[in-house]
């Protein structure tokens, strides 16, 4: 791969769910992305995206205050923890 610049692409299971993946080089190891099949994919204008909703000003400046009150300029991944694999026996 590294010599040729290709990746590979293939179909495998998991999760009890067939998935197309690729298969790439990243420094001294393979990196898998799924990816989706054709029919998984919907063009962009047929999703519905509220045009014509009118939220009242009250419920947008909550919106904003959230958004201001939870955000931060700093990413701490440590923070983070896979909750659903620690519940698991």
Do not use: C, W
Not at 24 to 50: S, T
Not at 61 to 82: C, H, N, T, V, W
């Amino acid at each position: 791969m590294a010599k040729t610049g290709r990746v590979a692409l293939a179909q495998t299971v998991f999760h009890n769910k067939e998935s197309l993946v690729l298969i790439r080089l990243v420094k001294r190891g393979l990196v898998l992305h799924f990816l989706f099949f054709k029919n998984e994919i919907r063009d962009f204008d047929a999703i519905a995206k509220g045009e014509g909703i009118k939220l009242p000003s009250e419920q947008l400046e909550l919106g904003r205050g959230l958004i201001e009150k939870m955000s931060s300029a700093d990413f701490e991944p440590d923070r983070y923890a896979d909750e659903y694999r620690e519940r698991s026996p």
